[in-house]
């Protein structure tokens, strides 16, 4: 017994007493919330419980102006957060991503921990909650129904900030290999089937564009999460705030993590819902649905090397066989798939979880910014490898790709406005038949004279649009 109690210190709660670790910053919630919730073994994202502390730190000041915290406590509060923001005590944020609903167990958890920083600094014992109570004074004028949604939403910008300058990197270098591929000829294909020629740069150019406006779709969907709904606390209505307090706390997050936030023009519907949430993460599933057919076709197009398309050479990052030796493989495209896989899946469940709300408050918040930021971390982490160690490095087999260009039978269709359709269907189908090219048929049935039928087939012509008049 002696020992037990020299390893935990107990603790009251609504609920009765817990016995809490001697050593831990956390208090009897945080504990509770342990013990019922060991679903993952999964605790929230650094940048998710950062963004809480700096909504404590943030009320404390403005508390303390409004004259409703004394200077003292506010001061302890605010030095606390200060401490977690520069990165100490991260291992005292440990309650799993599946937990209460709305998130209350994280939320007591940041406020446990900033109490009991506090509480050391006023020359207290861990506990002690005569010093810094948790709810009373860390939370003063908070409720977890207006501080978790508001930090979902200031750690989404955290990570969007990191995430728009590397799809702009995509993008240049996509419109880079556009650039350098522009001279070179290839067959084109739809339905994986033979088509008219086109230049690799055309190609590449479609992928720019493709990931330029997905990026633009991002940003423009994570403006909605610049308004923010702290100070509505439990309900919308404000309870036990000073009346000044939800404009000032807004100001000074502003202030304090360098993001264009506002506050809501609507408290209400700014508890009841999580549409901006919803919105920025079915626009990343744009991205991802369009980096998935983009990597797929990188993988296509470098297939081989002997018995596949190899009309390009991806970089060569590692070996790609235990067993075969010289295999390379095109991982970063693979790893980009099963990223956007992924994302996808979160998006399904933010989706789920954000029509699950009811009346006032939305209490499947938990999961939605686990989902969330989980998107933005590994496609931000994907795009920055794929990008560097794939698309930059990507080099092209010119010959392969003017042989297939120029043995396609679909050449052919720059012949229609010349030969007709129906005749140019019958050499495509007799050059399949018999292996003859398109020019011996053409000049065998004396279609056309040798010298014209040249400057049709010239390949470089059939990637831009007019004919030759007749």
Known sequence: MDSEKKQFRIEKDSLGEVNVPLEAYYGAQTVRALENFPISGITPHSVFTRSMVYIKRAAAKVNSELGCLDDKKSNAIINAADRIIAGEFQDQFIVDVYQAGAGTSCHMNVNEVIANIAIESLGGEKGDYSFIHPNDHVNFGQSTNDVF???????????????????????????????????????????????????????????????????EKIKGASDALKELGIGGTAVGTGLNTHPGYARKIVKELEKLTGLDVRATSNYFEAMQSNASISEVSGTLKVLALEMIRIANDLRLLSSGPKTGLAEITLPAVQPGSSIMPGKVNPVMAEMLNMVCFSIIGNDLTITMASQAGQFELNVMMP????????????????????????????????????????????????????????????????????????????????????????????????????????
């Open 367 to 470: 999961v939605m910014q686990y989902k969330l930021l989980d998107s933005l971390t590994i496609l931000t982490n994907a795009l920055k490898v794929f990008t560097n160690k794939c698309v930059k490095g990507i080099t092209v087999n010119e010959t392969r790709c003017y042989q297939y260009a120029t043995g396609s039978m679909a050449i052919v269709t720059a012949l229609n406005p010349y030969i007709g359709y129906s005749k140019a269907a019958e050499v495509a189908k007799e050059s399949l038949s018999s292996g003859k090219s398109i020019k011996e048929i053409i000049l065998k049935k004396k279609l056309m004279s040798e010298e014209k039928l040249d400057e049709l087939l010239s390949p470089v012509s059939m990637t831009k649009p007019g004919f030759i008049a007749k």
């Open 149 to 215: 949604p508001t930090s979902m939403r200031i750690a989404a910008l955290f990570l969007l900030t990191e995430l728009f300058p590397l799809v702009d990197e995509l993008a240049d270098a996509l419109h880079g290999k556009a650039e350098e591929f522009d001279s070179i000829i290839k067959s084109g294909r739809t339905h994986l089937q033979d088509a008219a020629p086109i230049k690799i740069g055309q190609e590449f150019s479609g992928y720019t564009t493709s990931v330029a406006k997905a990026g």
